[in-house]
């Protein structure tokens, strides 16, 4: 098993910056990637950004592409998301989850985090 927890959220302004993070306890080797995925409210869950445990290949939603930045310690087990110029349409819960497969359907994650609340006023 492997237990994930996030930290970071919280309400910004429009063009702010903010960072999550996001540690990994467990069997943690048995990992080969972690995404963030978010859910707006009233919408469904969607893919953000992933970073593979093999040369940290990396893979972002289009819209969030030049604004964010996924990197990973594996000293710590930690992924953290960088975001900036952020804008109200990232709002929404940001869930961290692992995957021995990687990808963008979340049914490729078997290990989630419980989320953290991301705002974004206008």
């Known amino acids: 098993q492997v237990q994930l927890v996030e930290s970071g959220g919280g309400l910004v302004h429009s063009g702010d910056s903010l960072t999550l993070s996001c540690v990994a306890s467990?069997?943690?080797?048995?990992?080969?990637?972690v995404g963030w995925f978010r859910q707006a409210p009233g919408k469904k869950s969607e893919f953000v950004v992933g970073i593979r445990r093999a040369h940290d290949v990396t893979d972002y939603l289009d819209s969030v592409k030049g604004r964010f930045t996924i990197s990973r310690d594996n000293a710590k087990n930690t992924v953290t998301l960088q975001m900036k110029s952020l804008r109200p349409e990232d709002t929404g819960v940001y869930t961290c989850a692992a995957s021995v497969y990687g990808g963008h359907a979340s049914d490729a994650y078997a290990f989630w985090g419980p989320g953290t609340q991301v705002t974004v006023s206008s």
């Open positions: 467990g069997r943690t080797y048995s990992i080969d990637s």
